[in-house]
Nanobody, 112 residues
Framework: VQLQASGGGSVQAGGSLRLSCAASGMPLSLYAMAWYRQAPGKQRELVAV??????HYVSFAKGRFTISRDDAQNVLYLQMNDLKPEDTAVYHC????????WGQGTQVTVSS
């Protein structure tokens, strides 16, 4: 199974980005999935989870980020609105229970 995150970029504070996570070899709809992020010098942290129709967000993501999944396309999304400089990080997607090898992720840079 390979997961490829994309959609990052450089935006100003208050801007939006939509991240995508394309999967090959396994239908994402069968598994709990998550977005994570890792800022420079910090540990990787959980951002949001989707399991079946249920979604969960950590505190900093609530109200600003939306995790979703397109089962037909087998793609996981993270819509990020009202971005802040502290959201600057490399964002990754992965399975919750049995993570696969972490890829390069996608860089999100938010300037003030």
């Amino acid at each position: 199974v390979q997961l490829q995150a994309s959609g990052g970029g450089s935006v100003q504070a208050g801007g939006s980005l939509r991240l995508s996570c394309a999967a090959s070899g396994m239908p994402l709809s069968l598994y709990a999935m998550a977005w994570y992020r890792q800022a420079p010098g910090k540990q990787r942290e959980l951002v949001a989870v989707i399991s079946g129709p249920d979604t969960h967000y950590v505190s900093f993501a609530k109200g600003r980020f939306t995790i979703s999944r397109d089962d037909a396309q087998n793609v996981l999304y993270l819509q990020m609105n009202d971005l802040k400089p502290e959201d600057t990080a490399v964002y990754h997607c992965n399975f919750i229970l049995s993570p696969v090898a972490w890829g390069q992720g996608t860089q999100v840079t938010v300037s003030s």
